[in-house]
């Protein structure tokens, strides 16, 4: 099922990490975004292309914030500021940021607050895309923390039974230490498919499984297609009888604490639409495992609950049972000694739009 989100072997052109990472750096700094600021959008987008998150690193939301930034829609040099705060909790501004630019603020400020007192939480209004949620969960993980963080979107997936989208694809991550093997890390949207691996999808030519989206009526495309010009996406679950009201009720807790409780609204409130930007709203929060339990027996009890699930005896046809993180944390191993691959689209578009913006261009296969 993830072949169809990824660029095909036979297409693929592999490129550097570090390469990446700079021109990204680079075409950031060139539309405005101020150096520190670009080198931590640049991390938290070249992170999720190590990771196999091919929907969320620079193939799908680069172009995406390039033009967000160019049509005055993204603010490049957003004034963000703390309007409410308590010693476990506070509640930020945007200022039309991106979130994968004030998102890892957020999180920093939400750890030092759980160093202090061992919980802190941190909502975030106005703001503009977060990329690959589960960056600033694991923000947590190298202080002895798990990480939570989620995301409310604006509308385009439908509630169970409803034609018309009120709810973002509002993802949640999680992520917990452990002291062997990789970390637990859960990133899943609480629609049926993150809306950026469908356009993936949509680029290198794979069709759609059934139940991932609705007609313009909202009756459910159940057969395997191409993806449609005009579509929904449905709730994880996508019917009724199959849990769709779970992955819909899912989405509204998200839209609750990111949007509601920040005042930032909720995905179809008319004023939030009309705002050029900020219509994202989030929320990230540090649990301190020491004010809770001793840090290594939770370590410990991890590692063999997550041994456990490896276990498992398989299902037949299948080699091993799936461990949140597991998946991710092989493709990294992989794309960090052997290279990100792109399709050769994207490429193009890298060569075009460092010309066009006079930046160089800086991807490449030397030192794989």
């Given at each position: 099922m993830l072949e169809r989100f990824h660029v095909p072997d036979t297409q693929a052109v592999r490129v550097d990490s570090d390469g990446l990472r700079q021109t990204v750096i680079s075409l950031f700094e060139k539309v405005g975004v101020p150096s520190d600021d670009a080198a931590v959008a640049a991390d938290v987008?070249?992170?999720?292309?190590?990771?196999g998150v091919d929907s969320h690193g620079v193939s799908n939301m680069?172009?995406?914030y390039i033009r967000g930034y160019n049509e005055g829609t993204v603010n490049p040099v957003p004034k963000w500021k703390?309007?409410?705060?308590?010693?476990?909790?506070a509640t930020i501004d945007c200022d039309g940021g991106l979130g994968v630019v004030v998102g890892p603020k957020a999180m920093e400020i939400a750890i030092e607050k759980a160093k202090n007192?061992?919980?802190?939480?941190?909502t975030m209004r106005n703001g503009g895309h977060m990329g690959m949620i589960s960056y600033y969960a694991m923000q947590a993980l190298d202080h002895d923390m798990i990480g939570l963080s989620m995301t409310a979107a604006g509308p385009g997936v439908v509630p169970t039974f409803g034609s018309e989208p009120r709810l973002g694809t509002n993802p949640i991550a999680v992520a917990a230490p452990s002291s062997k093997g990789h970390p637990f890390v859960l990133d899943i949207a609480t629609s049926i498919v993150a809306a950026n691996k469908l356009g993936l999808a949509r680029r290198i030519g794979s069709l759609i499984p059934?139940?991932?989206v609705t007609d313009m009526e909202g009756t459910p495309i159940m057969e395997e297609n191409p993806l449609p010009e005009q579509y929904r996406v449905l709730p994880l679950g996508?019917?009724?009888?199959?849990?769709s009201h779970?992955?819909?009720?899912?989405?509204?807790?998200v839209e609750i604490l990111c949007g509601i409780l920040s005042g930032?609204?909720?995905?179809?409130?008319?004023?939030?639409?009309?705002?050029?930007?900020?219509?994202?709203?989030?929320?990230?929060a540090a649990y301190s495992i020491d004010a809770f339990t001793d840090v290594d027996d939770f370590k410990g009890l991890m590692d063999d609950w997550m041994q456990g699930l490896r276990d498992t005896p398989t299902a037949p046809g299948h080699e091993k049972v799936i461990v949140p993180g597991g998946p991710e944390d092989e493709e990294y191993q992989k794309r960090i000694h052997g290279g990100i691959p792109l399709h050769p689209e994207v490429i193009d578009w890298f060569k075009d739009i460092t010309k066009e913006l006079e930046v160089p261009y800086l991807l490449s296969i030397d030192g794989l």
């Open positions: 987008l070249v992170f999720a292309d190590l990771r680069l172009r995406s703390i309007i409410r705060e308590r010693p476990a909790t007192v061992g919980v802190g939480m941190v059934g139940g991932y996508s019917t009724r009888e199959q849990g779970k992955g819909y009720g899912l989405a509204c807790v930032g609204g909720y995905a179809f409130m008319p004023e939030r639409l009309a705002n050029p930007y900020g219509h994202y709203h989030h929320m990230v």
